[in-house]
C-alpha cells in the first residue's frame, strides 16, 4: 500500500527563492511531506525556518551531516525517503554524496555539481547504490514539452534537421550583485563554476533541447560575453550547435536581455514539420507541417489519440485551466514520488513515471558548462562535445 | 504562533474532479494539511478515497453528518478547523449550515446552494456566527484579476462605461450526459438547479465582472437557449446588461461553441482607457489608453510602484514563471487561510488576505441566477436584478 | 481584349480619408485609371484635388451632374467606366441614380443611402438597369473571410448554432465633434442618418456575420447607449440576435471603448467546430474542432486543396507576405474590374469575380439600421428584422 | 508642379512573382505609371506581357537594350523616369549600368548585383551621375520598422548590447527545383550567385539589423549547411555577429524550416530596454523596458507626439486598418518618386521620403554574402567583414 513519502530539505531557508518552489511542487499533489530540514549554515535561520515551514523542532537540524546522521538511524516507519538538496552550485556534491550513503534517495537543483569530474562521480555513486535521483530541470516536466518529444520520437516529423532553442533574461542587465543576493552568488565563480549565464540557464536550453529533439550535442561553436561591465562571469552568449545526427542548431542565452522575463523558446524542424514551445504559455505547443495548417496542441486535452499519455500523464487539468512552472515542477517530484513508491512496493514504475531528468542529464549539463566555455575561449571554430 | 490549518472534506471522492483541486489549491502553500473526509454519499467510495489520501481510517467518514459530530467533540489542538464542500450544487446548504452550526469555518464552491433563498439564509447564518466562509469563484484569484480591479477602484481609467465579459467552453456540443458524470449532474434540474450554463459557468463571469467593475448589475436582458436537443437546461445564452452606475455590458456564456476550452475573457473601459484579461493566459493584462501606447502588465513583475500589493501578495514566483489556474484556486484558499491565522491568534488580517469570495458573491451569484432565467421567460426587455 | 476601366470620382476631396482608399484600392491591380472626378461640393478643391490627382484640367468638374452629364456624351473610347461615389451617407442617393440612368457601373461607399426607402429604390434601379453596383463593406474582401465563409457553406462545421461578431472602437471616447470632420459628420443625424455607431460600424459588423456564415437575421434585441454626454447618436451599442436556421447571436458596436483600434472580430460555431477572426491580423483564421487541435489557416497557401478556390483569387502574395485592409479594399475593385471586364466582353464573370458586396447587401444594412434603432426604443425584448 | 513618374520595366514579365509585386507597390500612390517594359528575353513573352498591362505596343521592347536605347531619344514629357529592373540576379548589373549611362534613375530588386566588385562599380557609376537608385529591401519600409530605427537612434534604450535576426522560411524542404522556376534559379549558382539562403533572405536579416541598430556588422561566424540532399548552394545557416560598437548578436536564416512561411523576426536590446518586430503582424512593434510593462506601439496611431514622424510618414490608414508587404514595399517607390520628384523641382527631399535603401546598402548586401560564405568555409572562429 502506497504511503506518503518523507521528504529532509537541504538549504532552502526563509528567504531562499528556490527552496520555496521546491517546497510547494513538493507539496502539490499531496504525496509527499516535508518531516525534517536543515535549512541554512546558519543554524539560527535554520531553526526559523523549520518553524514556519509547522516542523517538529527535534527534525530541524543545524548542518545537514547531522541530519543525514539522524535520519539514517530513525525507524524505518519514521526515517526521511529521499533528501532535497536546494544550495548553492558549489554545495550540491557533498551533501549528495553523503545523503547516497546513507541510503537516501535524492533530489537535487540544477546544476547537479560545481564540477563535470563531481557530476562524473556522482553518477556512478547513483548507479552502484541503485537509488534514484532527480535533478530539477523544470522545464522538460510541462505536458507539451512531453508532447513534443513523444511527437519527434514517433517520426512524425521525419528525421529532425535544425534546432532552434533561446533563453532570454533581463534581470541582469545592470550591476546588480550588490542589491540582490540571486545576482550576487550566480555571478561569483567560487560559488557559481565557471560559467554564469550559461551555467544557469544555457544548461537549461541545452537540457530541453537535447530532450526534445532525441539527440546530442556533439560539437559547438560559442561566443560568450560579459556585457555588464565588472560583472566576474558571462551574462550573455550566443552557440552554433551540431548534433551526434548532423542536424544542426543555434543556441541563445542572455540574462542582459532588458525587458525579458524568462523567455525560453524552443524551435525544432525534421523532414515534414515540426513544433515551437514558448514556456512563457507552456500550456500551448505549435505543430508545423509542409503543406498543412499549424496545428495548436493545448494540455489537457485527449484530441482522440493525438495526445501522447506522456502529456496526459502530467496534467492536472482539462483543456483551458492553464497549469504553469510550479505545476511542471510538481510533476517532476510527482513522478519522483510515483518512482519511489513503486520501488517501496518493488514494482517497475510506468515509464510515463520513470519519465524525469537525472544523474545522466546532470553529467551532459556540467559537460555543456565545460565544454561551452571551452569554446568561448577558443579561436577555433568548433569544439568537439567531451564528456 | 501559527500552525497548519486542519481541514475536512465533504464530497470529493476518488474520481470527482472539482474535489482534487481543491486539495491541490488547499496542499500548495504548506498552510493546510486535509484531515478528515466524508467523501461519498457511499460509505465504501468514502473509505476507498480517505485511504487513497493517506488519511488516519479513523477520520474517514461515512457521512458528512457523523463527522461533523464527531470533529466537533475533538479536543482543540486535534479538531478539524474548516470543512471544505465540493459536492453537487443541491447538496451544498444542508452541510455548510450544520457546520458553521458547529463552529467550523467553510469553503465551499459554487453556486453556494441550490437556490436564492437558501444561499440569504446561509449567508445570515456565516454573519451570525462570525465565521469565515469561503466561496471558490477561482478566477477572482488571479494575479492580474487583482491588478484589474485595483487599477479601476483607484481610477485611472475614470468612470467605468462598458464592460465585456465572456465564457465560452464547446465541451457540451454534443449530448453527452449518458457518458460525462459532469455533464449529467449539470444538466439536470434537481442536482444543477434552476440553470444550466449560466449557473455554471454564468455565474463565474457575472461575478468576475462585477469583482473587476466595482459595479453592481442593476437589471439585465438575457436570451438563454437550448441548443443541443435531449438537454433539459440551457446550454448558452447572451445577457445584455445595466450596471448601478449606468454602464452598460454584455455577457456571453455557452457550452456549445465547439472547439472552444475555457475561454472566460473580459474587458473594461473607462473614460480613459481600460483592460483586457483572458483565463487561458492569465499572467497578461492589457491596459488600454486614449492615448499611449497599449501596456502588457504581467505576473510577478513590480514595475516600480506600478503593480498593485495585492497582484504581488497573490503571485509566488517571479516575471515569466508562468502561474495558473491551480495557483488562483490555491491564492483562494491561501488567503482564508491567512485569515483564519489571524483570527485564531486575535489580529485583523491584511487587506489582502481578506480579499477572497464569501458569503455574498454567493447571494449575487444565486440572484444573478434567477434574474437571468427570469429575464429569459419574459418578453419584456429589461428585467430588474432583484435578490 | 480587355482594356483599363475609366473610373470617375464623386467626393474624395483633397483631405478626404475615404476618396484616397477607394484610389488606392482601385489603383493598386493596375487594371483601373482615374479619369475624372467631381471630388468636392466647393469647385475650387475640386480643381485643387483634379491637380493633385493629375487628371487633364477638362475632366475635372465643378459637380457631379456636369461630370455624368459630360461624360455620358463622350465617345465610347474615352467615356467613364464607373462612378465611385465617396461622399457622405446623405449624398450617396441621387448621385448613384443619375450615374446608373446614364449608364454608368456604380461603387458607392457604404452605407449605401440615407434611409432604408432610397436603397429599395437603387437597388430596383440597378436590377432594372442591368448595370453593376459595388458597395464597399471592405471586410469581405479578405482571403480568409473567403475561406470562413466557404467552409461553413461546404457544411464542414455542419449546422451553424452561433455567430459572436463585435467591433470595438475607442476613437469617439471624448467629445471630439469641434476638431474632427470625420467625428461631426458620423454622429450628425442629418448626414449620416437615424444611427451613429451602429450605422458606421454596426452594418459592417451585421453584414460580415450573415456573409460568413450564410444566414439573414431574424429578429433582434437592441441596447443601444449615448455613452458620451452631449453627442446626438449613439455611441455604443450591443445587440442580441435570432438567425433565420434558429441560431442565435450577440454583435457588439462600440466607439467610446478607449484603446480599441478597429478591432472587428467574428466567431462562429457550428456543430462540429466553428471559426475565428480578427480583422486587426486578418491573414490569420483559427479552425477549432470539437475533438481535434485547432487548425492556423493563413492566407497564401494552398493546403493541398484545403484551401479555398476564393481564398486564393483574392490574394496576390505567398503565405507570410502580410496583406492588410487596403487590398481586402483592393480586392473589391479587382472583383467589380473583373466583372465589368467580362460583361464587356458578353462573358459569364468567374463566381470568385462575382462575390463582392452590392446592392442587396445595401438593402439589408439599411434594415439593419432601421430595425436596431426599432429595437432600441422599444420595451419588448424582440424585433423582427422587416425590410 | 507634380507630374506622375513614367517607369520602365527590365524583367517581370507574365508569370514572374517579384515583376508584379513591384508594378502593385508602384502603382498604389498613383504617383508613378508604367510606361515602358522589356519584360523577358523571349520577345514573344515580352509582347504578351506588355498587353497584359495595357501598355502601347510600341513602348513594350524585345530587349532591354532597345528599350533604353530608344527612350533616352524621346523628348523630355515623354521619355522614362526611372528603370525597374527585376531580372534573375545575374542580369542586374548589365542594364543597371546602362540605364544610368542613359541617365535614368534606377529600381533595382535585391541583392543588387551578382558579385561585390559588380556592386561597387555601381555604386560609384550612381555616385558619379548624381541618378538615385533604390534598392528594394522591402522589409525597411515598414512604419514600425522606421519607428524602431528612430527609437533606438534617438537614444531611449541607451547602448545597444545585443542583435538577436531571424529568418526560417520552410519552402525549400524538398528537393523542389524541377518543378519551381523561384527554388530553380535560386539554388543555381550561376544565376543567383555564391550563397542560397545567405543571399536570398539572409542579406534582408542583416540589412535589417544594421538599419534598425545604426550598427554595422564588423566580424562574423558563420555556419551554412546544405541540408537537403543534391542541392547546390546552402539552403540554412547560424551566424555569430560582432559589431562596431562592441555589441554581439545572432542571425538565423534557413529555408527548410518545414512549416514557416516567412517569419522574418528581429530583437535589438539596449541598456534599458529594446524592441521587438514579427514581419507576419508588422503593424505591431513591442517596446520593452527594464522596469516598466512592455508597450505595444501600432502603427497608424501618433500617441501625443511619441510615434516618429519616419514611421507616420510611410502609414497610409489609420490605426486598426493593416497595412501590410506590398504598402511596405509601397513605401519604399513612393518615397523613391517623392525623391525624383523633389529632384524635379529643383527642391531637397524631405528626411523621410530620402529614407529608402540605394547603392550602400547594396555593396553592404554583397559584401555579407562574400563574407559569410568565406566564414562558412573557415576553420577559423571569427571571419573580419570586408568590403
Redesign the interface.
Known amino acids: 500500500?502506497?504511503?506518503?513519502l518523507r521528504m529532509g530539505m537541504i538549504g532552502g531557508g526563509k528567504n531562499a527563492?528556490i527552496g520555496?518552489?521546491h517546497?510547494?511542487a513538493a507539496?502539490?499533489?499531496?504525496l509527499i511531506e516535508?518531516k525534517a530540514g536543515a535549512f541554512s549554515s546558519d543554524p539560527e535561520i535554520s531553526k526559523a525556518s523549520g518553524?514556519m515551514?509547522?516542523l517538529h523542532p527535534d527534525r530541524t537540524y543545524p548542518d545537514y551531516k547531522t541530519m543525514l546522521e539522524a535520519e539514517a538511524n530513525k525507524p524505518a516507519d519514521e526515517k526521511l525517503d529521499f533528501i532535497a538538496i536546494v544550495t548553492p552550485n558549489h554545495v550540491h556534491f557533498e551533501p549528495a554524496m553523503l545523503a547516497l550513503e546513507k541510503g537516501f534517495h535524492v533530489a537535487i537543483d540544477k546544476p547537479i555539481t560545481f564540477t563535470l569530474e563531481e557530476a562524473k562521480q556522482l553518477k556512478a555513486k547513483v548507479d552502484a547504490t541503485g537509488l534514484s535521483l532527480l535533478l530539477t530541470h523544470t522545464y522538460t516536466g510541462y505536458p507539451m514539452v512531453k508532447q513534443a518529444k513523444q511527437m519527434v520520437k514517433n517520426g512524425v516529423?521525419g528525421k529532425i534537421?535544425?534546432v532552434?532553442v533561446?533563453y532570454?533574461?533581463?534581470?541582469l542587465?545592470?550591476f546588480s550583485e550588490k542589491d540582490s543576493k540571486g545576482a550576487a552568488w550566480r555571478t561569483d565563480p567560487s560559488r557559481s563554476g565557471k560559467a554564469g549565464c550559461m551555467g544557469d540557464i544555457g544548461t537549461h536550453a541545452a537540457n530541453l533541447a537535447e530532450y526534445i529533439s532525441g539527440l546530442k550535442i556533439d560539437k559547438l561553436?560559442a561566443?560568450l560575453?560579459i556585457?555588464v561591465p565588472g560583472r566576474a562571469l558571462d551574462d550573455?552568449g550566443?552557440v552554433?550547435l551540431?548534433f551526434d545526427n548532423g542536424a544542426?542548431?543555434?543556441l541563445?542565452a542572455?540574462q542582459?536581455?532588458?525587458?525579458?522575463?524568462?523567455?525560453l523558446t524552443i524551435?525544432v524542424?525534421?523532414?515534414?514539420?515540426?513544433i515551437e514551445w514558448h514556456?512563457?504559455?507552456?500550456?500551448t505547443l505549435?505543430?508545423?507541417?509542409?503543406?498543412?495548417?499549424?496545428?495548436?496542441?493545448?494540455a489537457?486535452?485527449?484530441?482522440?489519440s493525438?495526445q501522447s499519455s506522456f502529456a496526459i500523464h502530467n496534467t492536472?487539468?482539462?483543456?483551458?485551466?492553464?497549469?504553469?512552472?510550479?505545476?511542471a515542477f510538481g510533476n517532476l517530484y510527482r513522478n519522483f514520488a510515483l518512482t519511489l513508491q513503486a520501488k517501496l512496493k518493488g514494482e517497475t514504475p510506468a515509464p510515463e513515471a520513470l519519465d524525469f531528468p537525472g544523474a545522466e542529464d546532470g553529467v551532459r549539463g556540467m559537460a555543456f558548462i565545460e565544454n561551452v566555455v571551452k569554446s568561448g575561449q577558443?579561436?577555433?571554430?568548433?569544439t568537439k562535445f567531451e564528456i
Open positions: 500500500m502506497n504511503r506518503k527563492f520555496a518552489i517546497r510547494i507539496n502539490m499533489d499531496g516535508l518553524e515551514l509547522f516529423f534537421r535544425k532552434y533561446e532570454p533574461q533581463g534581470w542587465s545592470t561553436c561566443d560575453n556585457v550573455d550566443g552554433l551540431k544542426s542548431g543555434v541563445i542572455s542582459v536581455a532588458a525587458g525579458e522575463e524568462n523567455n524551435r524542424y525534421g523532414e515534414k514539420g515540426g514556456q512563457m504559455e507552456p500550456n505549435l505543430v508545423k507541417w509542409l503543406d498543412k495548417p499549424t496545428e495548436i496542441y493545448r489537457g486535452n485527449g484530441y482522440g493525438l492536472r487539468t482539462p483543456g483551458g485551466h492553464p497549469e504553469g512552472y510550479l505545476e577558443s579561436n577555433e571554430k568548433w
